[in-house]
């Protein structure tokens, strides 16, 4: 009997938790039905994500593009931008974070406070003051305003760091010490490797925030030839003429292929453990 309880207990766990991932995933799966359907079957409120007829041509509506300029291009854009700002800010903060977390010097508490104070600040109040010096060093409009902020660390991704430091033996860095190796040495021949499961962690948030970002490619880019994938979407949707729901939603579904496929390659080392990077025994 206790044994029947634990199965039908398992089952019911099973069977909500499969109820509740597919409400969650519902909504992606009828957007990638919509991208093989036309105008009318998405809007006639149908639930079914079964298309009526495969309309694959809204792909190649939707590549083409706008006024000559095909999505290749803001494919491109995007990857630039978005792997610019990654590799950077991968860098810059696991620089920063070492400072904090393994060097003493004067007024290190002072500028980790004000770090910390930062991630208070909604980024909306920063926007207009950004948006100004920027301009007057004449950097508006160009891509620089989004890539060269993260080559100066994110706050957010220097605390993870840090926390993940703290559990890395010091014992490490004084051993390099005594056998003649320098703070940068020991950075990066030591302290840098250990870092990997926080910089894989670091790779996709950062790579999810900065591909989806709509606000700052909204304000600093002005050239349909510079326009990244979330500002192209949103040209599909014309209210003074006819909006191919089709082509937009195919579209979107091959942007979310990068973000699926960085997640994909990189979830193997989200589970890794600091006991796989050389501190056993």
């Known amino acids: ?13 099973h069977v909500l938790i499969s109820i509740f991932g597919f409400a969650m995933v519902y909504p992606v799966l009828w957007m990638i039905s919509g991208s093989l359907k036309n105008n009318t079957e998405i809007l006639n409120g149908s639930l079914s994500l079964i298309p009526p007829n495969f309309r694959w041509e809204n792909f190649v509506t939707g590549w083409s593009g706008f006024g000559k300029i095909t999505f290749a291009t803001f494919f491109k854009n995007s990857f630039f931008i978005t792997v610019v700002a990654t590799i950077g800010t991968v860098i810059s903060s696991a ?3 070492y400072s904090f977390a393994r060097l003493r010097y004067r007024g290190r508490k002072l500028l980790f406070t004000l770090m910390i104070m930062t991630l208070l600040l909604p980024g909306q109040i920063l926007l207009i003051p950004q948006f100004i010096i920027y301009h007057r060093l004449g950097l508006v409009p160009s891509m620089i305003p989004l890539i060269l902020p993260h080559f100066l660390g994110q706050a957010f991704f220097i605390f993870q760091m840090m926390q993940f430091m ?35 962690t670091t790779i996709i948030i950062q790579f999810y925030w900065k591909w989806d970002d709509f606000q ?18 949103k040209l599909f949707a014309d209210a003074s003429s006819r909006t191919d729901y089709g082509a ?5 579904t091959l942007s979310l292929l990068p973000v699926f496929l960085i997640f994909l390659f990189f979830n193997k080392y989200l589970t890794e453990g600091i006991s796989t990077s050389g501190l056993k025994g």
Do not use: H, W
Not at 248 to 252: E, G, H, P, Q, R
């Open 1 to 13: 009997m206790t044994n029947n309880k634990k199965i039908m207990s398992k089952l019911f766990y």
């Open 95 to 97: 620089c920063i974070s």
């Open 166 to 200: 703290a559990g890395i033996p010091r014992e490490l860095d004084e051993a390099a010490f005594v056998d003649g190796c320098s703070r940068y040495g020991i950075f990066r021949n030591i302290v840098f490797p250990l870092l990997k499961p926080v910089i894989v």
């Open 216 to 233: 700052g490619p909204l304000v600093y880019l002005s050239k349909p030839q510079s326009y990244t994938v979330s500002i192209a979407l």
């Open 248 to 252: 937009m939603f195919a579209m979107s």
